[in-house]
């Protein structure tokens, strides 16, 4: 659907972006993730067509996404998405379908249906969007990045600064569009968000990526997993915790030790969890290693 091939963005001499390449394909969600600086907001600007890059392309279904007709096959989030506050939902949406050729009466009704989709009540479609909540406002400006039914979204921190209770909401509708087959890039600090959606996830560092896989194949490259062993009577290594006691082990003989000595001492193991390491563990690894 869209593809990048060997992205790269110069501002003198100094490299923001070196030799990026990635694919977004329907039906899958793709995170991009790093700290601050690693190039992903530059990146996403030359992946929507805001930014020429230096080398490389990008292209959806073939076509730069430079071309105009290309680009209304996006569909862009951005971190900050201002909205025209003394306009009600259904007349902006309305608006802005207009820009894509959308009239007037159609633009309403996918605004309609988008908005009932996204869980904002009818009697918020009609007020004025500065009275609106962040959480409302929020799912009027991913309402309208789908408006004009782009197969391709790019979202940049969707759900940023909202309540877990409407962060909740827009999960569910990510996957949602997912399942009807939307090719979709999302960038987000919340590193337990991508964990939880992404079916690829792609790591920067640098202006480079540095990782690319699922979770499971990144965790695998650059985590180690650790146990949790918990118990009724204490053993080597434990700490008590409540009316248990627990320690968190790094090699299978110290969990076959704490078993044996439990056993032995006539208590009863309650139990070996294994511990995967987080997407912040695989990401602080790969920074060190990259820094050495």
């Not at 998405?81 to 959308?102: E, H, I, Q, R, W």
């Not at 991508?194 to 640098?206: G, K, Q, S, Y």
Request: proline fraction near 5%; include cysteine.
């Amino acid at each position: 659907m869209l593809v990048a091939q060997d992205l790269e963005r110069l501002y003198g001499e100094f490299a923001a972006v070196k030799g990026v390449s990635l694919e977004l394909r329907p039906g899958r969600i793709v995170g991009l993730v790093g700290n601050n600086g690693a190039g992903k907001t530059t990146t996403i600007k030359m992946l929507i067509g805001l930014l020429d890059p230096t080398r490389g392309k990008v292209e959806i279904e073939g076509v730069s996404t430079r071309q105009p007709k290309t680009r209304r096959k996006l569909g862009y989030l951005p971190e900050e998405s201002p909205l025209y506050d003394d306009m009600n939902a259904l007349d902006y949406l309305a608006f802005f379908g207009t820009l894509y050729d959308v009239p007037r009466k159609e633009g309403v009704r996918r605004g309609e249906i988008l908005l009932t989709r996204l869980g904002l009540a009818k009697d918020a479609w009609r007020k004025a969007i500065g009275t609106l909540s962040k959480g409302m406002r929020r799912k009027i400006a991913i309402a309208r990045c789908l408006l004009h039914e782009p197969p391709v979204l790019v979202l940049d921190e969707p759900t940023s600064g909202l309540d877990p209770g409407t962060a909740h909401e827009l999960d569910a509708f990510l996957r949602e569009l997912r399942s009807e087959g939307k090719a979709i890039l999302l960038s987000a600090h919340n590193l337990g968000q991508v964990e939880e959606l992404c079916d690829e996830i792609l790591v920067m560092h640098r202006g480079k990526l540095v990782a690319r896989g699922t979770l499971q194949d990144l965790r695998s490259t650059f985590g180690t997993v650790q146990y949790r062993v918990k118990a009724t009577l204490p053993f080597p290594g434990s700490q008590p915790d409540a009316a248990i006691h627990a320690a968190t082990v790094a090699r299978l003989a110290d969990v076959e030790a704490a078993l044996s000595h439990v056993k032995r001492e006539g208590g009863i193991v309650l139990e070996v969890e294994s511990l995967f390491p987080s997407l912040e563990d695989i990401m602080r690894r790969v920074s060190s290693e990259e820094h050495g």
